[in-house]
């Protein structure tokens, strides 16, 4: 089983819609969870960290539920800019950090 | 200010052949990570180095994969004989603390 398990989509989002998608860990001494950016053919860049009390940046919701083991993400109002994969990210508490497959989101126009 | 650069971006390798990528972190960070990402898949973790001290090296796949940061800052991955399943992009990210910041990747391929 894989450490960090998402739903690689594609999610086909209406521009100006709401679109949420959830990932899965496995490993409960998980101690810090992120969001990253990846386009198309580029690195993955940082978009948010999670904590436990939830946190928003701007359109950008982020929820981390630790008794089951799960982290949201909720875009809102999306742009077309926001098309990316969307890799949810677990740090293992040994600084290693473990990858999902990415949710892959598409808005359209 | 200046990222995580890594070179080169692309390199196109003979089975059999050895090569290096060289990664250099953002000035202070202590922290160094390599990932390999195949494609349609998360990055995955080869090693670690804090400062100089490869600290953890457990994901490299063989014994052919080799890192090393001499004076903690540069790093330079060496995959000896390379063999198609090497190909992949091959990235760096440097920290400071917690967050990790990667580089632009080498794409290797190796024919």
């Excluded at chain 2, 399943?85 to 920290?95: F, G, H, K």
């Amino acid at each position: 089983r894989k450490e960090v398990e998402q739903d690689p989509g594609p999610f086909n989002v209406p521009e100006g819609a709401t679109v949420a998608f959830n990932c899965t860990y496995s490993n409960s001494a998980s101690q810090s969870f992120f969001w990253y950016r990846q386009d198309c053919r580029k690195e993955p860049k940082l978009l948010m960290s999670v904590y436990s009390s939830g946190n928003e940046d701007g359109r950008f919701t982020a929820q981390l539920n630790r008794a089951s083991q799960y982290i949201s993400l909720l875009i809102r109002d999306s742009k077309l800019s926001d098309s990316a994969t969307y890799l949810c990210v677990v740090n293992d508490g040994n600084n290693r950090l473990a990858f999902g497959k990415g949710n892959q989101v598409v808005v359209i126009p | 200010g200046a990222g995580v650069s890594q070179s080169p971006r692309y390199k196109v390798a003979k089975r059999g052949q050895d090569v290096a990528l060289r990664c250099d972190p953002i000035s202070g960070h202590v922290s160094l990570f390599w990932y390999q990402q195949a494609l349609g898949q998360g990055p995955e973790f080869l090693t670690y180095f804090q400062n100089e001290a490869q600290l953890d090296k457990s994901g490299l796949p063989s014994d052919r994969f080799f890192a090393e940061r001499p004076e903690g800052s540069v790093s330079t991955l060496k995959i000896q004989r390379t063999q198609q399943e090497d190909s992949a992009v091959y990235l760096c990210a440097s920290s400071p603390l917690v967050e990790q910041y990667f580089g632009p990747g080498t794409r290797l391929t190796v024919t």
